[in-house]
């Protein structure tokens, strides 16, 4: 039997995310979540340059933001502890656009809310 093969560093899962998602194919979004959960699976502990890579990926994807996507995957990295970056937010809180109305700005402020609990602006 062969070997498992060795897992995504995250810099190259980082990579393939980003040319994946700057494709600019509708739907590319859909490759990112399977390279990154592919990584994860096959042992690749994701860090905030790996999160931050798929958020983008959900959130500008193409086809249209994935922003129920990218809150799943900030719920992902408080399970795993991984501290989220400004950039993180900043592209979440971007993808809301597509919302209309009171629920987007009740999203928005909750995010904007737990920037303020990491000390990020």
Known sequence: ??????????????????????SGRPGAFKEALRLFGDSVRGGCEPNVSSYTALIEAL?????????????????????????????IFGSMIASLESIAGERRWELAEGLKDEMEKFGLE
Do not use: Y
């Open 1 to 22: 039997p062969s070997d498992p093969p060795a897992p995504f560093s995250n810099r190259r899962l980082t990579l393939e995310i980003q040319e994946v998602s700057q």
């Open 59 to 87: 959130s500008f994807d193409a086809g249209g933001s994935q922003w129920e996507l990218s809150m799943k995957v900030l719920d992902d990295m408080r399970r795993r502890r991984v501290t989220p970056t400004s950039s």
